[in-house]
Structure formats: C-alpha cells, structure tokens
C-alpha cells in the first residue's frame, strides 16, 4: 500500500520503536532478560495495595444507592468525557495543587492527555514547525520553529512527534565533575546559558518554546531552582512558552532528591503523569497551562481522540482528594527509588570502579546515566553485545534530539540504565554490563 | 501565545468541536436537557451487570494466587502495553473472528487504539495528503490524495482529522423513496456509482483510500452487501484500501437490521470499537488490517500515545474469549436500539407524520436522521432554537466532509437524532422537535 509523506515519515524505523519492539519482544521472550531497558515502574506493594483497595471501592461505591449500577467504576467506563478530559478529576487537581502552591488554578487551567507522550504530540506541534511569519506581506510566508532542548540529552520520546519533519534545537552541557554522599567517580550537567542565549535561532526568532525534563530522563539531572528561574526569565524575554516536563518530579511521584522547587505562572506549562506513581498501563497526562493552551489541547483531544482515557482519571480522584497521592509518594515511592539508586550506584562502582567509567549524579528519576569515557566501542555497539548476553540497556545517542551526534562522541559513550527493576535483576544486569566494558577497555 | 500553523488549524472552531463543547455544557448545565445530539451509548442493565461482574472478578481474580498483588486489573494498569496494543486482548480477537469467520487472522492483522477517533486520526493522514509523486523525476515533488467518501453524508468526526488542510473527496447520494415495516415516510440513500466510477480524482490517481461507515453514523444506512463488493472491486482496481468503519457493525456492538455480511481481505481495513458496547470511557478502539498497516498503526501509537490505554482491553477480554460480547449484542444490545428506533419512529410520526418530514430508513446504529425538505430555515439555525429550548440535536451541514454544502441545499435540510436516551426523553424531545418544526413549516 502507498502511504503519505506523513505515513512514510512515522513508519521509519525510530530510536523509540526500536527501543518498545526490543522491550516487547524481551516481555514475551522464553530467554530470562535482565531489564534494565524499560521506562516501566517498579511494583511497589504498599502502593499497589492502594491501587487495588480504590480499585475494588470504585466497583462497589454504589452499595447503598438506589440504582446498584451506578458505581464510579461503571459511571467512568460507561460515559465519554469531554475533551478537555474528566471534569471530576480535573476538579480534583485544581484542589490539590491550590492547596499545596499558590497558583490559584482554576479548571480552566487544566487538561487531560493519554499520556505525557500524548501531551508532547501536541506541545511540540502547537510550538514547533511551521508557522505563519509575521513579518511578511502575505499568508502564504512561513518560518520554520524549533523547540529548543536547553541541556541535551534529553528524553528519547521527543525526538519524533513532530507530524512533519524534526524541529529541534539543543544546547550541549557542561559537564562538571562532582561528588556524590561524598565519593568521587560522578558528573552532572548544567546548562551552557552563555550558548544558550547566544543561540542564533533563539535571537532570531526561531524558537516557539523551551523545554526541559525535571528530572531528566536519561539522566536523573535535576536541573537547579536558579537554572529554572534562568530558563523562565529567557522564555518570557522571547515571548515563548516554558514546557516543564514533570513525569518523575514533584508532587507525585516527588522521585527527587536535590533540594528543588516547583513553580509556575502563565507562561509555563508544566506536564504531569500518573505512570511512574505506578499507573501506566492508563495513560494519563496533566498538562497545567494558561488557558489558551488548554484550550488548544482540548481541541487537539476532540480530533486525536475525541476524548481522552476516563480510568486512570477515576482511579487518581480519591488519591487526589485525600492528598494520598503525595504521601505515597513522599513515603514509598521516593523512598524506594533512592534505595535502588544508592544499591545501583554501589554495584557499579564494585564492577567498575577502576575503570573510566562515571555516573551521573542520581538526583531523581527512575535511571542510572552511565558515561564510559573513551570507551573502544559506541554505546549503540555496546547495546547489540549486551542484548546478545540477555541484558537490555539503552544507547545514548537516541537521546540527542536536536543533536548532530556524529560531531559530539559523548553522544555515543553514555548508556541509560533502568533502576525500577529488582535487586537480583540490577544484580545480574550490572555483572554483564561490568563483564563486558571491562573487557573492551582492557582491549580483549 | 503563538501557534504553528498546526496549531491554528486545531484550534479553529470545528463542527465536532462545537458539538462536543454543547454536550459538555448541557451535561454540566443545571436546566433539564433532552440530549438527542450525542454520541453516547445507552446504560442497557443487563450489559451494564456483566461489566460490573467482570470488573469486580479482574480487581479479585488472584485469590488463589501466592501473589495477592498479581490480579489482571493491577497487572492492566500498572504495566504499559507494547505500542500494538494490550497482546492478550490482540490474541484473544485473532481467537474470536477465527472462530466466527474465515479470516485466517494472526497477532500482525490486530492493533489497538485509543478509540475509532484515534484510528481514523492514524489512517486518514496515512492514506490522505501529500504523497511522493512516483511519476516525478525527484522527490520533492508531490500529489495531493484525498479519502474518498463513496457515499456523504458521513460522520462528522472525519471532517478534521488531517494534520494539514482537508483532504476529502465525497460523492452524493442517490436518495431512494422507500417503505419502512409497510408504512410510507422513509428515504434510503444509495452510492452513485456512476459518478464514483467516474470521478476525475479517482481515475486520475488522487484518491487514497476509500472509507464508509457501516452501519453510517449519522443515517442508520447499511450499505449493502453489493454495495461493498462494488466498493472492494473499485479499490482493488486503483490500488488503494477499503476502510470500513464498522463501529456500531458486526459482530459487535452488531447494532444493525438489515440483511448483510461482514467481509474482510488484505486490501480492506476493519474497524471495531469497545465504545458502542457501552464502554466509550475505556477509549478502545481494534483495526483488522494487513500487517503493513498494522505496522505503521503501532509506530504512530508509539509516537502520539507512546502505547494504547489498557483497561479496556483487560474488561474486553474476558467476554471476547467466551463470545459473551456477541451475545450481549445480539440478545440485549440489538434489540434495545431496534426498540428505540420503533418507538421514535412512532413518536415522530405522530409528531409530523402530516409534514414534509422524511426518516432515513432505520438500518442501524444509534441514531435517526431526519429530513426536513424545503424548511424555511437551514437546520444550524433550527439546531439554535432547539438548543434555546432545552433539546440539542446535530444539524445537517457537518456531516458532508468532502462536499461544498453551499451548493448543496439537502445538506442544511437534516439533523441526526440519537435515540439512545431514555424514552421520556425521547418523547420530550421529539415534542419540542414538532412544535418547532411545525411552526416553521406553517409559517408561524
């Protein structure tokens, strides 16, 4: 069959679709895998204890009404919402957040997407790409805007929703030499605001947003209060939006350790999910923004999808209401992630702590960022040796959108680690890993 | 804030936009609302106490289990699916329409979405927009295709589903005086084969796909068994896809009367939803295709939703693998709608049996559309009086993507009338309906 430019531009092979068919097909496999791939959370009991309590209550809320099928559970599966995405939740949030900021949102300020990746679909079209240039004397004149990524790397999931061709523009870091708890062997990231600020693009008029993830994923970076208040002050300087993406950060599921803070005004837009509390298989996105973007994205709901997935929405509300979700968070779910951090970080450094390897500092998020300088090989190499031997990590240089990483070989030395999976799996993942770049630097 | 030229295409004001906007307003609204205008299945008790038992036994089914945390409900929400869609409900419908017909199907013929929406977003911009013009000497040069609608009017959620412009091609009706169960007042409306055959844009290569919905939203028209096989024969001819939008279709929610069958080949793409069973909150939509087009229908999943919803598919699966969804359909679905579409038949007739109004002959789906030949007004502005009245209904005119409706007076003559409410709003709204419409014709 013949497809469109468009068909043609989304069924090229992708950094993401290899990285979910490789995931699939490790799930499905007869072959013990060690997972250090995936962006799926851990199972945490005392949280899925909550889920399945509110689970089993939303079935069987109705006990003493009149109609026996009127149930939250039937009431969520039974209707659409409107695009916008379920009124119910979204009021629920606009409590939470008023209670716990000073952003005094209404539900005019919120919409709902299936799915962070969904959210991004439509930010980095509604910000990227073609538009109208005003300058010209005629409709018919375009210029063409990038979203600008003002540290790369960055999350491998933006590199390929813009429905026409890539508009990005990245920033490459600093890369300082760091401590962690007090050991050395560690790096992180900040952002190069001298390039940034410099950057041609963004001087003339060729940026329609920035974005960042807080934390980073690959990273685990957590990008600075005064980096962010930088980054805010240089959106609002151009006139462009600010697009936080939130997915591992404050208030759920809180997965940071830094001392960081969460803001927001108008000109932010800051994107939620309910994935790393745990829920993925629901696909629900938060986008908090000024009206008009939420306007634009209810829109885009109502043609994407008519209307966005109702049970996660149902599942969350009495979370939200009860503030549980925070204090799951705050009391299970960050608390788990640090641990498999610091467990991480130790089986690293004993398989290769004498070797030129460095890790980023875990500052948050649901990964290890592993930098092996020099190493003989690319990570991409590094990638297929290690898949053969049943361990599934993820290359680097997929994280680079907006990147040319034939000039950049930092790009291809680093390697993103899942940490959600479970002791013996980070054991035995880690012993393969060490086990071979151990061997490549000793040149056997 | 400043949009791309995406953006700004989006967030126009649309007719699907509108409609959704007033769904959601008149849910919302504190007024008594006869809605005859959406698209929301009916609350059927006896369907809606097997997904209530269902959903209880997912929440509940590891009782016997040393994991008490390992219920299909917890395992559903808290994993993602790979980007084709949820594997065990993707077996479990290869096991279902292998057992009902000779399909041959396997797991590559299945892909899941966020609902119908989200597959006719997927499949319009596969099949309709800029192509590679083969016949060019160099690849920049391209052709414009459009998705041929053999038969308008069709369903208003097409109409803006293109990422850039509008890319239809529509054919008008013949429109056929017809007796309904022995009784006058009812029109069918048939494909012009003549003028499909003869379309300049088919013939000269700028048709992409063609697409019906079947039974159509808004008519309730089946096409016939013939009818499709001509159809079939044309793509085949020019090379191009069959898409049949068979959401209120067989073999569920099988919301049809008419004597017809449901045919698949590798040149036709099938699509099913969870949404008119009763489940529109789940947004779960199935295409039936060749593995090429379920390829490029996963990799969008990845991009735009980064995998499809889950839930769904767990509720779904259970019914699919005992064939109690088509029994559901066939014993209490089936006959509730053709209960519906008698009663308001009958209430509309003695209503305006003794006017110029006529009924699409009731095939199917969950609608009754209406023809008012030669009303003073346009049916946008009747849709304003009755939505001042209390009683939302969809005018006509956005129902013909692919047609000038400027040239085309039936098209501001009809309105779609769901008729899955409850019968007291039938009866109040159809009341309304007549007083107006009676007035106008009467010239009062």
Redesign the interface.
């Known amino acids: 069959?013949?497809?469109?430019?468009?068909?043609?531009k989304?069924?090229q092979p992708?950094g993401?679709?290899q990285l979910?068919?490789d995931?699939?097909d490790a799930?499905?496999s007869d072959q013990p895998i060690n997972m250090l791939g995936?962006?799926?959370?851990a199972?945490i009991?005392a949280v899925?204890?909550v889920?399945?309590e509110t689970?089993?209550a939303l079935?069987?809320d109705d006990a003493n009404s009149t109609n026996e099928?009127s149930?939250t559970?039937?009431t969520?599966?039974?209707?659409?919402?409107?695009?916008?995405g379920d009124?119910a939740f979204i009021d629920s949030l606009v409590g939470f957040f008023n209670r716990h900021y000073d952003w005094n949102l209404s539900a005019d300020n919120i919409a709902l997407t299936?799915?962070?990746?969904?959210a991004f679909?439509y930010l980095f079209?509604?910000?990227?790409?073609?538009?109208?240039d005003a300058s010209a004397n005629n409709d018919s004149q375009?210029v063409d805007?990038s979203i600008l990524l003002p540290l790369a790397p960055e999350y491998i999931?933006y590199s390929?929703?813009h429905?026409?061709g890539q508009h990005f523009a990245a920033v490459l870091p600093h890369i300082d030499t760091v401590t962690h708890n007090g050991e050395e062997g560690f790096f992180k990231y900040r952002v190069d605001f001298e390039a940034l600020e410099s950057l041609p693009a963004l001087i003339e008029g060729r940026i329609?947003a920035i974005c960042c993830s807080r934390p980073t994923n690959p990273t685990g970076n957590v990008l600075t209060d005064e980096e962010m208040s930088r980054l805010s002050d240089i959106t609002k300087r151009y006139?462009?939006?600010l697009i936080i993406d939130n997915a591992y950060g404050m208030p759920f599921p809180n997965i940071i350790y830094s001392d960081a803070h969460l803001t927001w005004d108008d000109n932010t837009i800051l994107c939620f999910s309910l994935?790393k509390i745990?829920?993925?298989?629901?696909?629900t996105g938060i986008i908090v923004a000024?009206p008009?973007?939420i306007?634009?994205v209810s829109?885009?709901n109502?043609?994407?999808?008519?209307?966005?997935?109702?049970?996660?929405a149902a599942?969350a509300t009495p979370l939200v209401n009860d503030d549980r979700i925070k204090q799951l968070s705050d009391n299970e779910i960050k608390p788990f992630y640090q641990q498999q951090a610091t467990t991480a970080v130790r089986l690293l450094k004993e398989a290769m702590g004498d070797y030129p390897m460095m890790i980023h500092k875990p500052e948050g998020a649901i990964f290890l960022w592993l930098w092996f300088k020099d190493l003989p090989i690319t990570t991409d190499e590094l990638y297929e040796i290690l898949k053969k031997k049943g361990t599934l990590i993820v290359p680097s240089q997929h994280f680079f959108p907006g990147v040319d990483v034939t000039q950049y070989p930092h790009a291809h030395e680093c390697i993103r680690m899942s940490i959600a999976a479970d002791e013996q799996t980070l054991i035995d993942g880690i012993q393969v890993i060490g086990d071979v770049v151990r061997a490549l630097y000793d040149g056997k």
Do not use: C
Not at 114 to 118: A, F, I, P
């Open positions: 069959m013949n497809f469109s430019k468009f068909g043609q989304f069924t992708t993401i679709s979910m068919d995931l699939g799930l499905k995936g962006g799926n959370p199972r009991d899925n204890e889920f399945l689970y089993r079935g069987n099928l149930s559970a039937l969520s599966i039974g209707n659409y919402s409107n695009p916008q009124a299936n799915g962070s990746q969904n679909f079209n509604l910000f990227g790409g073609a538009f109208n375009t805007k999931g390929d929703v429905v026409e329609g006139d462009v939006p994935s745990g829920l993925p298989g629901v696909r000024a008009e973007v306007a634009a829109a885009l109502a043609v994407v999808n008519l209307s966005p997935t109702r049970f996660g599942i």
